[in-house]
């Protein structure tokens, strides 16, 4: 593990409308020597049975929201809360602070190791989440190619647009990053934006020391 020893480590937002690539570009850093947290995988493993975050979406939502594994049906809760703000705001208040927290102590200690660090935020600004980050990276892509992505992962057009529609429009949420980028692409094309962005971060770091 490379240590830093001329600066601070830095602390990276990852955002971006979905479809767009926010995992590859998690990817791209982690390959950059970057750690990196996806807070849609942790707000997963928060939901399962036995942690205190099941229990209170279950009795939020109702048992229907229940499969037969005992463990929530993500499928029928996301048929839910895509079709409702209410109910999706509902959950991201059950939800966030638990993976919020999560994420504080997994940046921590990788500061503690000197590691620079990325948190994956689908709603970082749906959230709330913007104070803290050295830079927020948006992650876009066109709508057309996006819904090519999605309609690759098995979503119906109304699937789709029930999604879309739930996020910041993108367009807003590239205009309040500190860098965007476009990823309709190769993904050797996504790496090489990821490498040049993160490097004009380290250098600014650099030259405020």
Known sequence: MTRIAARSPVLLGLTGGIGCGKSAAGA???????????????AHRLMRRGMPVYDEVVQAFGPAIVGTSGEIDRGRLAEIVFRDRARLELLNTL????????????????????????????????????????????????????????????????????RIGAQMPLDEKCRRADY??????????????????????????????
Request: proline share 2%.
């Open 28 to 42: 791209a850093l982690e390959s950059l020597n970057v750690a990196v947290m996806d807070a849609d995988i942790e």
């Open 95 to 162: 939800v966030h602070p638990a993976v919020r927290e999560c994420w504080r102590q997994w940046t921590a200690a990788r500061f503690e190791e000197g590691r620079d660090a990325a948190v994956i935020i689908p709603l970082l600004y749906e959230v709330g989440e913007t104070a803290g980050w050295d830079a927020v990276i948006c992650v876009a892509a066109s709508e057309a190619l996006v819904r090519a992505r999605l309609r690759e992962r098995g979503m119906s057009e109304q699937q789709m647009t029930e």
């Open 180 to 209: 965007v980028i476009w990823n309709n692409g190769s993904l050797k094309e996504l790496k090489e934006s990821i490498s040049v962005v993160y490097r004009e971060i380290i250098s600014k770091r650099e030259r405020s020391l």
